[in-house]
């Protein structure tokens, strides 16, 4: 490109026919994500996750209080769960919504990142080319297939956002009316002071404004995401290479708010993460350097060649700072530094777009915070934009006509990959098989598919994979909690306690959630036992691991309930619902509870909140509210739910012998008989129907067939004094 290109007003002026290029062809590459399923994280986050089921819990996030909870210290994102709670609001637990809210939000990144191109490259062509590659990158499925990883979106989005308010109110100020600044040299601009005009106010006034709100942009990005702190960096880069040279200090002495804030919010989660247990990363500082570079590489090669993209990969990182692999990876990073300190002057947006993606990257280097994924490829979403730009400038390179069709070969191929990738995310069976295969030793990866097998009901192949994880790895603690839950399903209790006191035994402190559902297992055998002392222990064990497991609050009142503490149980029970109001199981406890205490409207509430549960559930539900409408005289209503029952559940029997009672009730002894036999018919030692039974033959003088049924209840229950009464009056009659 030559200089006269970059000068021209024109060749700024985005044409609007590659803005709507730009979003078709980045809709379109990824359609399908929006077929997908929720996946791996997306179930602990968006299915189980009472904080996204209101957009008050959401909010609650942003307390102060929230900074310093333990389980949150490595990552306080409250934006994305008011995000979650908005799509909640609008498509509830439907995949595609949330799939569609994150395709929405890469297209506006998209669009941000062309503005930005146009910003630092000076010219439309590869603006738009960066653009391009943002879009239909392979490495962007993981962000946008996986709901959970909208935090790199969003964190993406502010960024670009604060980047361009930033940069724009800083032109404006800086250099009122200077021309465009070539892509090949930084203009030096004369040092005479220009005399005050009197429209500076004004512009004084357009940058404090746009100052506002290019912090709150940066806060929004941090409070997306932790990575989002490198931003200053990228204005002080921005300030040094793409600013008139007069003009340089005064832009960088403009970045020093972002640095204060970037400050406050590192000093903050620093201490969060000590709080929370977080894993440091390698003591020597030269070790760390060469594990940093050598992370920093296998990302580059990531955008560079996309291909096997896989969730988790291999990277052997070297043992001391002096092992030939780190010397080399130091030395490359430091080559790769003194040229961008070399070429500053000639070619400052191709320094500044590598610097963009070297600078981005330092968060996920492994260089303080060592995580369970070392490389990942969502971490590569806000970096890529510096990539974008920096392969952009090589490929808008004048080419032969001939050579157009390799440039589109180039983007029809990064979007065939692309389009491939995201079929690996349709459901949990494509997914965790993918992962399997790319990682045959990973044993968390077995856990996850021999969960999805189980949920498929293949529970033998299911324990197969999760038994190999526990070789594997036998000191995994979450491939226990599965097996005590497909040991509890084949009726195996004892084995499946054995698995659940593993599974406390090898929980650590960073996972808190699989020792609260081990000890909710123990808790579930106790109460099969009978043990409801030794079962509100454990609830209580578990609740201590998680104060906001909504099922062990609920659990917990059930076990309260049976000790005989029914205020407790009733407070536990609402605990549960306030915790997660969609939880439908324990509002039919707490309806129980409430009718045993006579606050029958508060009963029948909580009852009616409780139905669709599932078929025999719901005919439980609907029994009780019969019930209670039957002792409060409503007998027409009562019968609409006893058979409302019967719909859910034809061989629920108590529903059935309920019926019969309203038709005994009515004068209708004839249907009295048919609904008390279709319940013996049902299961024949059912004391309550032969007895009632017998009472409705009565009614039409069949005094032999109702004193045989008397007869049937002193055969199941002797001591059953009314039928005993009973025949005592029929000896009298004869």
């Known amino acids: 490109m030559g200089s006269n290109d970059d000068a021209n007003p024109k060749s700024q002026i985005p044409n609007p026919k590659w803005i709507a290029l730009l979003v078709a062809v980045c809709a379109l590459t990824f359609a399908d994500v929006l077929k997908n399923d929720f996946l791996w994280d997306d179930e602990q986050t968006l299915l189980v996750n009472p904080r996204i089921r209101s957009l008050g819990s959401a909010l609650g996030l942003f307390a102060p209080t929230q900074w310093w909870r333990t389980t949150e210290g490595m990552a306080y994102r409250p934006v994305p769960y008011l995000s979650f709670a908005l799509d909640h609001v609008f498509w509830a637990l439907d995949p595609a919504g949330y799939h569609w809210t994150n395709l929405c939000l890469h297209v506006a990144n998209a669009l941000l ?30 962000s946008l297939s996986l709901v959970e990883n909208r935090s790199e979106l ?41 005399p005050v005009v009197p429209w500076s106010r004004g512009l004084v006034v357009l940058w404090s404004r746009r100052l506002v709100v290019s912090l709150a942009c940066f806060l929004a990005a941090m409070l997306s995401k932790e990575t989002a702190i490198v931003l200053p960096a990228l204005l002080a880069g921005y300030a040094l290479l793409l600013t008139p040279q007069g003009r340089r200090r005064a832009a960088l002495r403009r970045t020093w708010p972002f640095w204060a804030v970037a400050l406050l919010y590192a000093l903050i989660r620093l201490v969060a993460m000590e709080e929370a247990g977080a894993s440091g990363g390698a003591a020597d500082p030269t070790l760390r ?21 896989a969730i988790e990969y291999r990277v052997d990182f070297p043992a001391s700072w002096a092992a030939a692999e780190a010397i080399l990876c130091v030395l490359a990073m430091l080559g790769l530094l003194a040229l961008l300190g070399l070429g500053a002057r000639r070619f400052p947006a191709a320094v500044f777009s590598t610097a963009w993606l070297l600078i981005a990257l330092l968060p996920s280097a492994n260089l303080v915070v060592v995580g369970p994924r070392m490389v990942a490829d969502q971490r590569l979403y806000l970096p890529s934009v510096g990539y974008s730009m920096a392969f952009s400038l090589l490929l808008a390179v004048p080419v032969r006509r001939a050579s157009r069709l390799w440039l589109l070969s180039v983007f029809a191929l990064l979007a065939a990959l692309t389009t491939q990738r995201d079929a690996v995310w349709k459901d949990g069976l494509t997914f965790w098989r993918d992962a399997v295969a790319k990682s045959p030793q990973n044993a968390a990866h077995r856990v996850n598919l021999g969960q999805t097998l189980g949920r498929l009901g293949q529970s033998q192949r299911a324990e197969q994979e999760i038994c190999r994880a526990v070789r594997m790895n036998p000191k995994l603690a979450r491939p226990y ?65 998680d104060p906001e497991m909504a099922n062990a609050h609920a659990g917990r009142g059930v076990a309260l309930d049976r000790l005989g503490r029914p205020e407790e149980a009733l407070a536990a029970y609402e605990r549960a619902i306030a915790l997660d109001p969609a939880l439908v199981w324990p509002r039919g406890q707490l309806g129980a509870a409430y009718e045993r205490m006579g606050r029958l409207a508060e009963a029948l509430a909580e009852y009616k909140l409780a139905l669709g549960l599932g078929r025999d559930e719901d005919a439980r539900i609907h029994s009780a509210i019969g019930d209670i409408l039957r002792r409060s005289g409503a007998l027409e209503q009562a019968a609409a739910e006893y058979e409302m029952a019967l719909l859910a559940n034809p061989r629920y029997a108590p529903a059935h012998i309920n019926l019969g009672n309203v038709h005994l009730s009515w004068q209708r002894p004839e249907l009295a008989v048919q609904s008390y036999r279709r319940a013996l018919e049902i299961d024949p030692k059912l004391l309550q129907a032969h007895f009632n039974l017998g009472i409705a033959l009565l009614s039409l003088r069949r005094t032999a067939e109702a004193a045989a049924m008397f007869e049937k209840c002193l055969e199941i229950a002797p001591d059953f004094a009314p039928a005993r009464e009973q025949l005592r009056k029929l000896e009298i009659v004869r």
């Open 113 to 142: 990142v062309f503005a930005l191109a146009q910003l630092v490259l000076r010219h439309s062509l590869p603006a738009f080319l960066a653009a391009l590659l943002f879009a239909v990158h392979p490495a962007h499925v993981e």
């Open 154 to 194: 969003l964190a993406c989005l502010f960024s670009l956002i604060s980047f361009l308010t930033f940069a724009t109110a800083s032109r404006a100020v800086l250099c009122p009316r200077s021309p465009v600044v070539p892509l090949s040299r930084s203009p030096v601009v004369p040092q005479s002071r220009s």
């Open 289 to 309: 350097a060469a594990i940093a570079a050598k992370t920093v590489w296998r990302y580059v090669g990531l955008l560079l060649l996309p291909h096997p993209l």
């Open 481 to 545: 909690v599965h097996l005590a839950g497909i040991c509890l399903e084949r009726g195996e209790v004892e084995q499946a306690a054995d698995h659940a006191r593993k599974a406390v035994e090898h929980a650590t402190p960073a996972d808190p959630f699989t020792r609260a559902e081990a000890h909710a297992v123990l808790a579930r055998i106790h109460e099969m036992k009978g043990r409801s002392d030794d079962a509100l222990r454990e609830f209580e064990l578990a609740l201590k691991a």
